[in-house]
């Protein structure tokens, strides 16, 4: 209601002189007053002006008040407009009666100014606060709707959504899931209802999970890795499906912020994102004209099966190749035939370096180093002379060599006395320089 609008009274009364004294009265205190003096103009009046409050005599020729309130009270657009009855009727069945057909109040004849007044401002006031309550209801309605509209959409989501979403009681067990989480291991959704969260986990995450759920840490300030862990938006980890195969998963788990004593896990299949990580490693670790290993690869393995082999004490044998007069080859053939040679050559190594421990890699131009765990010292010098003879085999044409064709050198290492693995790089490296000063296409042991 706006305050600036002064409210507006409609008196009904056939006695002009009350509604003479009234209507003055009324506008002295600042209402918009209207006057009637039946009933029947009265209800026309009304339903014209939509007074905020009607003061209604009993007693009046034709329509009396109380058939005057009644009419208005069945009407639409007037029986929200307070009524309060003016009597001269004191006894208790007319009170009653003002009561019955709708009306707020009642003042008597010979009515006090003030009297009415206080009468007014009270119902006027109630009437606010009506409206007031009526419009937060029905914002509160329209509260309610939105939040029931999100709630359904929220819920199609969650139903919908690829990721496996998973609520949790305080110690793991699992309270609901969405269909994503069926899909992703294989069980029903009824199957999944209180079953530890830790089933849907591979070792060792299923033990560091159960640990987790179970000895409470969750809750303890103490166990600060628990509260990192609930505060890792991403960690990796690997699932378990029922039929017990594994798959990587990126798994985050959160408190419920609606209800403490819960916890939502959100389960994310990252097997692509795996793959192509996977790709793209070995895509890095890859010469890419002749498809051996790269000297990162060799780099990065190379030290490793060299602990491997001083642990195990066994031993390591190393071979450091390159192609002979490689540079006078491109020089007179081009750089395309380089790289055929290349390849080539490369191919024809890889037939003897088969096993799966076993390292061969592009480390240099020409230049290419084998790794040959736990190989003894005859077994290599014959696999030195048999990827010797391969690559002389393959009979291409080289004018400035003494051997007409390509030819390779080779220097071997063997590892069971020297200290690291680059002396033994080192060793080999000098006995490649001896092979080449002896003539090429041989090798030499250091
Ligand atoms: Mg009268």
Redesign the pocket.
């Known amino acids: 209601m706006n305050k600036t609008t002064p409210n507006s009274i409609l008196i009904v009364?056939?006695?002009q002189e009350?509604l003479a004294l009234l209507t003055e009265f009324l506008q002295y205190k600042g209402y918009q007053v209207s006057a009637a003096r039946d009933g029947k103009r009265a209800i026309k009046i009304a339903k014209y002006i939509s007074p905020d409050l009607i003061l209604l005599?009993?007693?009046?020729p034709g329509i009396d008040g109380f058939e005057t309130c009644k009419q208005l009270k069945s009407c639409d657009s007037t029986k929200d407009i307070p009524i309060i009855f003016i009597t001269?009727k004191t006894d208790m069945d007319d009170l009653v009666m003002a009561f019955s057909v709708g009306g707020v109040d009642y003042i008597n004849k010979p009515f006090h100014k003030e009297e009415i007044f206080a009468r007014i401002e009270n119902q006027l006031q109630i009437q606010r606060l009506n409206q007031q309550l009526a419009a937060s209801e029905f914002n509160l309605r329209e509260l309610l709707c939105e939040y029931q509209q999100q709630s359904d959409q929220l819920q199609q989501i969650v139903t919908l959504v690829v990721d496996g979403l998973i609520e949790l009681n305080r110690s793991g067990n699992i309270q609901h899931a969405n269909p994503a989480v069926e899909k992703l291991f294989g069980y029903s959704a009824k199957a999944l209802h209180s079953v530890n969260l830790s089933r849907l986990f591979a070792e060792p995450y299923a033990t560091q999970y159960k640990n987790l759920f179970s000895h409470n840490e969750l809750e303890s300030t103490k166990q600060g890795i628990f509260k990192e862990e609930l505060n890792v938006k991403n960690a990796e980890a690997l699932g378990k499906r029922l039929d017990d195969t594994e798959f990587p998963i990126e798994f985050s788990l959160i408190k419920n912020p609606s209800n403490k004593n819960m916890y939502l896990a959100i389960i994310h299949d990252i097997t692509i994102f795996k793959n192509k990580e996977e790709q793209l490693l070995q895509l890095t670790n890859i010469d890419p004209l002749t498809k051996l290993s790269n000297r990162r690869y060799f780099d990065d393995h190379f030290e490793k099966i060299w602990l491997q082999g001083q642990r195990n004490k066994t031993q390591i044998a190393f071979i450091m190749l390159d192609i002979d007069l490689f540079k006078q080859f491109n020089d007179t053939y081009g750089h395309q035939a380089g790289d055929d040679c290349l390849k080539k050559v490369a191919q024809s190594l890889q037939k003897n370096i088969k096993r799966p421990g076993d390292i061969l890699a592009r480390i240099g131009g020409e230049e290419f180093a084998i790794v040959l765990p736990e190989t003894s010292k005859e077994g290599v010098i014959k696999i030195a002379e048999q990827l010797k003879k391969d690559v002389q085999a393959l009979q291409i044409t080289h004018s400035a060599s003494s051997y007409k064709v390509i030819t390779i050198s080779l220097g071997i290492a063997i590892a069971d006395s020297y200290q690291s693995s680059n002396i033994l790089h080192q060793m080999a490296d000098d006995a490649l320089y001896q092979a080449k000063q002896s003539g090429r296409n041989q090798y030499i042991l250091a």
């Open positions: 009364d056939d006695t009350n005599d009993i007693m009046m001269a």
